[in-house]
């Protein structure tokens, strides 16, 4: 009679290659958003007036660097209490990385149709939905993590939950900036922005973890 084998296990990886690699993604990704700004040919008859003209390019700028620097601060507190992953974490961090690395292009569209009511509508709307997908993303590797005990067992339970309710308060948000951006598109990029410095706020509750010798 053949023995039945129990189910493999998932297997273990180090983070160091995790981190290095989202890092390096998300690194690029911030570096191609100010290749978006420029100024027309031609405009050194007035130039002053050109640099003020690229406003909406300065401000989605800032709103998406400050997402993904929101991305990149939330990820480093994940990593650094992760104590393993496994391919299933790895899967989910290449999703997170997927949707990061496509926002400078929503970016340049936000910037280039600003000026045209019903386009910039849409620009908006496209943009608020890849900013709330990369929180989404970042939320889930985390609780992904914590479901699957793949976090330290040094961090306590407390932590864990303060880690949990810090990256997951603003999702709810960025769904009413996107509804809000339907009819206001500028004033959505501004709560964008707010979202993300929220966001970026130190996690100021949380006890780091001791450095072994």
């Given at each position: 009679?053949?023995?039945?084998k129990?189910?493999?296990a ?55 660097f400050?997402?993904?620097g ?18 299933v ?26 000026h ?11 943009y ?11 939320s ?18 407390e ?10 308060p ?11 951006g ?27 973890r001791?450095?072994?010798?």
């Amino acid at each position: 009679m053949t023995e039945s084998k129990a189910p493999r296990a998932q297997p273990a990886y180090r983070t160091g290659r995790i981190e290095a690699f989202s890092d390096g993604v998300l690194a690029i990704a911030i570096t191609l958003l100010i290749l978006e700004i420029g100024v027309p040919a031609g405009a050194g008859d007035d130039l002053l007036a050109a640099l003020g003209e690229q406003w909406p390019s300065y401000l989605a700028y800032f709103v998406s660097f400050a997402t993904i620097g929101a991305v990149w601060f939330a990820h480093t507190v994940i990593t650094e209490y992760l104590e393993h992953a496994d391919s299933v974490l790895v899967r989910l961090n290449l999703m997170l990385l997927l949707v990061v690395s496509f926002l400078p292009f929503p970016t340049k569209l936000l910037a280039e149709y600003v000026h045209e009511p019903d386009a910039e509508r849409i620009a908006a709307t496209v943009y608020g939905i890849n900013l709330l997908l990369a929180l989404v993303m970042v939320s889930v590797v985390w609780r992904y993590a914590v479901r699957e005990h793949l976090v330290s067992p040094d961090l306590a339970d407390e932590d864990v939950k303060t880690l949990t309710k810090r990256l997951t308060p603003t999702l709810g948000l960025y769904v009413v900036m996107i509804l809000v951006g339907l009819f206001l598109p500028i004033a959505a990029v501004v709560g964008y922005l707010l979202l993300a410095l929220f966001v970026l706020i130190p996690f100021g509750a949380i006890r780091h973890r001791p450095t072994q010798a």
